[in-house]
């Protein structure tokens, strides 16, 4: 039908006399039997091995189409698939992250016990320093006190000592009168040997 109202245009537009719309009509007349009679000779020149071609070729269009389909859902799989892979990265990523915040709460928490450790570190020095102190007192206070009792025994015992020196001498002294006085008189010496003197 286009065809046909093209070729009614074209005689329009070419002339205008009857003369020539005469020939513009046996022209369009013979343009349009030559463009009807085309398509039907196409559709008539088909053979039965090409209508088979056809069929053939539509149904490996039909297959190719249906392994496309197949194709793409394999990739919707794949992507599926990826999007699991995905998510499980995601998962570890945050168990990595978990890790990580336990680590680090392990290190403040070292960190705590090695302020802790410093902190006993240096109060078993200071112990251990007024304990080294403390001793030493104690040890020179001690050797302080046996000095002190020795001297103190000394000079308390110095006197009695003095004491019974000159009390030993002074009765060397007396006996050795008595036994003089003894040879003289021979009654006191009866008395001195009763006495065991």
């Known amino acids: 039908m286009s065809t046909l109202s093209c070729t009614v245009r074209i005689l329009r537009i070419e002339g205008e006399g009857s003369m020539n719309k005469l020939c513009n009509l046996f022209i369009g007349a013979i343009a349009l039997?030559?463009?009807?009679?085309?398509?039907?000779?196409?559709?008539?020149?088909?053979?039965?091995?090409?209508?088979?071609?056809?069929?053939?070729?539509?149904?490996r269009m039909g297959e190719i189409d249906k392994r496309f389909e197949q194709i793409d859902k394999r990739f919707e799989q794949v992507d599926?698939?990826?999007?699991q892979i995905?998510?499980?990265?995601?998962?570890?990523?945050?168990?990595f992250e978990q890790v990580d915040r336990r680590f680090e709460q392990?290190?403040?928490r070292f960190e705590?016990?090695?302020?802790?450790?410093?902190?006993?570190?240096?109060?078993?020095?200071?112990?251990?320093?007024v304990m080294m102190w403390?001793?030493?007192?104690?040890?020179?206070?001690?050797?302080?006190?046996?000095?002190?009792?020795?001297?103190?025994?000394?000079?308390?015992?110095a006197p009695a000592v003095r004491m019974v020196k000159e009390l030993e001498e002074r009765e060397r002294?007396?006996?050795?009168?008595?036994?003089?006085?003894?040879?003289?008189?021979?009654?006191?010496?009866?008395?001195?040997?009763?006495?065991?003197?």
């Open 112 to 129: 705590q016990a090695d302020k802790r450790s410093d902190g006993i570190e240096r109060r078993l020095e200071r112990l251990e320093t």
């Open 134 to 157: 403390g001793f030493g007192l104690l040890f020179t206070s001690m050797v302080g006190m046996i000095g002190f009792v020795l001297w103190d025994r000394r000079s308390a015992l």
């Open 33 to 59: 039997c030559c463009l009807n009679l085309t398509p039907s000779y196409a559709a008539d020149g088909f053979t039965q091995k090409d209508r088979e071609l056809l069929i053939e070729l539509k149904i």
């Open 173 to 197: 002294l007396l006996e050795k009168a008595l036994k003089e006085y003894a040879n003289i008189e021979p009654r006191f010496a009866e008395i001195l040997k009763t006495l065991r003197l």
């Open 106 to 108: 392990a290190d403040k």
């Open 80 to 83: 599926k698939r990826f999007e």
């Open 86 to 95: 995905d998510k499980r990265f995601e998962q570890v990523d945050k168990r």
